[in-house]
């Protein structure tokens, strides 16, 4: 007999049917295979006390600060360890529990099961002359030139913008605006280019985005987080979806010293007020995309906590965008010059990917298709 050490399968049942495990094995055995860490927050004493113990009665572990089991305190920080099967059973356990604990298990429960979306690439256009980088930068015909390239290459969405929202950026009048766009709009219209990729209008202006949508544009790319109803409106009307950006800020004072109690439950409350106002006026979940802001309103130790913990945001069941892109958190850790970026936001979007991500915001497409299927044959 010889035994080795290997690393978990991407696909666990397909290899738990390799070795011959069948029938209601395969899916109570995968379940076991992964281990979830839920930070929880403000948890009353008795509520920490019952919690630990039904966790350790099914194998689960809660982590607990000294003193949670004489309560010298009113509520603590705790840490939740467990699988899947054990979280399905823990979060029906809990229901008949007091303390704020029916509350805590119906939370619990949105992690369960949790939606899977297939890798796309969205490619960056930029029409307008100061986005920081140059390279994005086209007008008029090279616009359709480099969209055609980009498709060759590999990008299933098209992201095209008029105006820079990078730090410190002027707003654009909306007349000025639709000028930058509209005749690479009537060019993908007129050439139907919208029959070989999706098209996204990185725009927060009504007038602008029903021009591109009335262009055959399908995405509606909001950094304003669908602050104006108009745009949800439209996204309604002309059956798009409509990503959701958190910014804290506008672009112009964002990176003023932006402060967060906690990034992640800030970001988290933003994108559930967020989705249940569109769902109330009738934008449904499946036409909602999430994009955390890497760079709007946050310093590199809040970008790099939302990327690694992107897998929290899947409970809402929308895809999930990271745009990553030559930014300057790259140069903040591994000093470079735009020009420079590449390697780095080729690791940021990997992570990305790897820890809940879908869809990448890029400049480069053909050297992330290729780190993105080399990163698939991998997993």
Same mark, same amino acid.
């Given at each position: 007999?010889? #035994? %080795? $050490?290997? =690393?978990?399968?991407?696909? *666990?049942?397909? %290899?738990?049917?390799?070795?011959?495990?069948?029938?209601?094995?395969?899916?109570?055995?995968?379940?076991? @295979?992964?281990?979830? %860490?839920?930070? /929880?927050?403000?948890?009353? =004493?008795?509520?920490?006390? /019952?919690?630990?113990?039904?966790?350790?009665?099914?194998?689960?572990?809660?982590?607990?600060?000294?003193?949670?089991?004489?309560?010298?305190?009113?509520?603590?920080?705790?840490?939740?360890?467990?699988?899947?099967?054990?979280?399905?059973?823990?979060?029906?356990? +809990?229901?008949?529990?007091?303390?704020?604990?029916?509350?805590?298990?119906? $939370?619990?429960?949105?992690?369960?099961?949790?939606?899977?979306?297939?890798?796309?690439?969205?490619?960056?256009?930029?029409?307008?002359?100061?986005?920081?980088?140059?390279?994005?930068?086209? *007008? =008029?015909? &090279? =616009?359709?030139?480099? #969209?055609?390239? @980009? /498709?060759?290459?590999?990008? +299933?969405?098209?992201? /095209?913008?008029? *105006?820079?929202?990078?730090?410190?950026?002027?707003? *654009?009048? +909306? &007349?000025? +605006?639709?000028?930058?766009?509209?005749?690479?709009?009537? @060019?993908?219209?007129?050439?139907?280019? %919208?029959?070989?990729?999706e098209f996204s209008i990185d725009s927060y202006t009504p007038s602008v985005v029903e021009y591109a949508l009335k262009s055959g544009f399908k995405i509606i790319n909001d950094i304003t987080g669908a602050d104006n109803q108009q745009i949800v409106s439209l996204a309604i009307n002309y059956d798009a979806k409509l990503c959701i950006m958190h910014m804290q800020g506008t672009p112009q004072t964002m990176q003023h010293n932006p402060e967060y109690k906690d990034v992640i439950l800030e970001v988290d409350d933003f994108f559930r007020e967020r989705i249940k106002k569109c769902e109330e006026i009738g934008l449904s979940r499946d036409r909602i995309i999430l994009d955390v802001g890497i760079g709007f309103g946050k310093k590199l130790e809040h970008n790099i906590e939302l990327i690694k913990n992107l897998s929290n945001f899947r409970k809402f069941g929308c895809q999930i965008l990271v745009g990553a892109s030559r930014k300057s958190m790259i140069d903040s850790i591994s000093p470079a010059p735009v020009e420079d970026r590449l390697p780095g936001t080729i690791a940021i979007h990997l992570k990305s990917l790897e820890n809940g991500a879908n869809i990448i915001r890029c400049h480069d497409v053909a050297k992330h298709k290729q780190a993105v299927e080399v990163w698939e044959s991998l997993h």
């Open positions: 007999m010889n #035994i %080795y $050490k290997i =690393a978990k399968p991407n696909d *666990v049942k397909q %290899y738990l049917k390799r070795i011959g495990v069948q029938g209601g094995g395969v899916s109570i055995i995968s379940k076991k @295979m992964d281990l979830y %860490y839920f930070v /929880i927050k403000d948890i009353s =004493a008795p509520a920490a006390n /019952i919690l630990k113990q039904d966790a350790l009665s099914i194998g689960a572990e809660l982590a607990v600060p000294e003193g949670v089991i004489t309560c010298s305190k009113s509520s603590y920080d705790c840490l939740l360890i467990a699988n899947q099967k054990q979280i399905e059973i823990l979060s029906q356990k +809990e229901k008949a529990q007091p303390f704020g604990l029916r509350e805590f298990a119906a $939370k619990l429960e949105e992690f369960l099961p949790q939606k899977r979306f297939s890798t796309q690439i969205m490619g960056v256009i930029n029409a307008n002359s100061d986005s920081f980088y140059s390279g994005s930068r086209f *007008v =008029a015909e &090279d =616009a359709i030139a480099q #969209i055609e390239k @980009m /498709i060759a290459d590999g990008a +299933e969405i098209i992201d /095209i913008g008029a *105006v820079s929202s990078r730090p410190g950026s002027e707003p *654009v009048d +909306e &007349d000025i +605006e639709l000028e930058r766009v509209r005749h690479i709009c009537d @060019m993908i219209s007129n050439r139907k280019l %919208y029959k070989k990729a």
